[in-house]
């Protein structure tokens, strides 16, 4: 999809890019609508429709090319079952949540989606290889995720962990090797940001504080605790998801500043809000075991500060990360604004 394709499901300007990036011909706009121009998808502006509907039908369509796309970035080579093993988890649907922030906040600043494709893919390759990790019996134990058998119960214990690390070394190597039209300076800047938001100061920090606190005595994991684990496990990636978008469509320091606060906001909102699911939402909905924070006696936003007041912390934080979109593009800022209301409401 290309930017401005993108901005016409939210009801911007109908204007239709070729697939070369050049003005549009007579002939690119007549047939734009729902046909496939090369790799370029091009959908119809829905201008007549309620902003929920415009934020539905935008992600339905970024979400298509961000599969599309995805399918492409792990192609089958030898040996095979480690192929299948990384493609059995990468393509087994999920929210796709970080990639749409990642193109949603290029697209803000100027950016086109072409641009922070391959930075969106290798977030969600970070991404699931957090969860083939986090399922090994080492780690959760879990039977399912994204409505499927876990990544171990398919193809063993050995495989899971090498296709995590096989992801995790890829997503790096994507970003290097895939990122065109943008300077080299910006993109090192991304796998920096990116290597940071991953390892000891981010996600694996943030996990590691979490298993430690897991069964801890009454009292011992605060709501300080609590809050580290949030922002390093779930809130980094989110969070570089954002700020790594905004650096490869050219955002300035200050936008940047700004966008990095409305990720902090979303990030930990996303993980309240994920507290509050696993005790509300059942297996089915979840597509992974629900309850499981309780059975093994995590300490969470509901059993710290209950559930009403879990709620209103969620709906603070998305307030104050929408804050933090003012001032940017009305019609540009949409996707952002809407993925901060579907992370408040999502129901898995
Ligand atoms: C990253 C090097 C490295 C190792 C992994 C196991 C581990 C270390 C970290 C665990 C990280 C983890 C599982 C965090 C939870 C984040 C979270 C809320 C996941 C659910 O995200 P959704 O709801 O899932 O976006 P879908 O399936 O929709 O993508």
Redesign the pocket.
């Known amino acids: 999809m290309t930017t401005t394709a993108a901005t016409r499901a939210m009801g911007g300007r109908a204007r239709v890019a070729n697939a070369r990036g050049a003005r549009p011909t007579r002939g690119d706009r007549a047939g734009a609508r729902g046909r496939v121009m090369g790799r370029v998808r091009a959908v119809s502006a829905t201008p007549d429709v309620s902003s929920e509907q415009e934020f539905n039908a935008y992600i339905k369509n970024v979400n298509a090319e961000i599969e599309r796309a995805l399918d492409a970035s792990v192609p089958m080579h030898y040996p095979e079952r480690l192929s299948e093993s990384m493609r059995y988890s990468l393509l087994?649907?999920?929210?796709?949540?970080?990639p749409a922030l990642c193109l949603a906040a290029c697209e803000l600043v100027g950016g086109t989606m072409e641009v922070a494709m391959p930075t969106a893919c290798a977030l969600?390759m970070?991404?699931?290889?957090?969860?083939i990790?986090?399922d090994?019996p080492s780690?959760?134990n879990d039977d399912f995720?994204?409505g499927k058998p876990t990544n171990h119960k398919v193809y063993g214990e050995e495989m899971a962990i090498l296709a995590?690390d096989a992801l995790?070394s890829h997503a790096f190597e994507y970003i290097g090797r895939e990122t065109k039209g943008v300077s080299a300076d910006k993109v090192l800047r991304v796998i920096v940001d990116v290597g940071k938001c991953?390892?000891s100061e981010?996600?694996?920090g943030?996990?590691v504080v979490?298993i430690m606190s897991e069964g801890a005595d009454e009292g011992t994991v605060t709501i300080d605790t609590l809050k580290y684990i949030h922002a390093h496990?779930?809130g980094a990636?989110l969070e570089v998801s954002v700020t790594a978008g905004a650096i490869l469509g050219g955002a300035s320091e200050e936008q940047i500043g700004k966008l990095e606060r409305y990720a902090q906001n979303i990030g930990l909102a996303?993980?309240v809000v994920?507290d509050i699911l696993d005790c509300t939402a059942t297996s089915e909905e979840l597509?992974?075991t629900a309850g499981k924070d309780m059975a093994v006696g995590k300490s969470t936003y509901p059993s710290l500060v209950g559930m009403e007041e879990s709620k209103r912390i969620a709906a603070d934080l998305i307030s104050k990360a929408k804050q933090e979109l003012e001032g940017f593009d009305p019609v540009k800022v949409k996707p952002l604004i809407g993925l901060a209301d579907y992370i408040q409401n999502?129901k898995?």
């Open positions: 087994a649907g999920g929210k796709r949540i970080r969600e970070i991404h699931t290889m957090s969860l990790h986090d090994l780690m959760d995720r994204r995590g995790l991953v390892g981010g996600l694996v943030g996990q979490d496990k779930t990636l996303f993980q994920d597509g992974k999502r898995n």
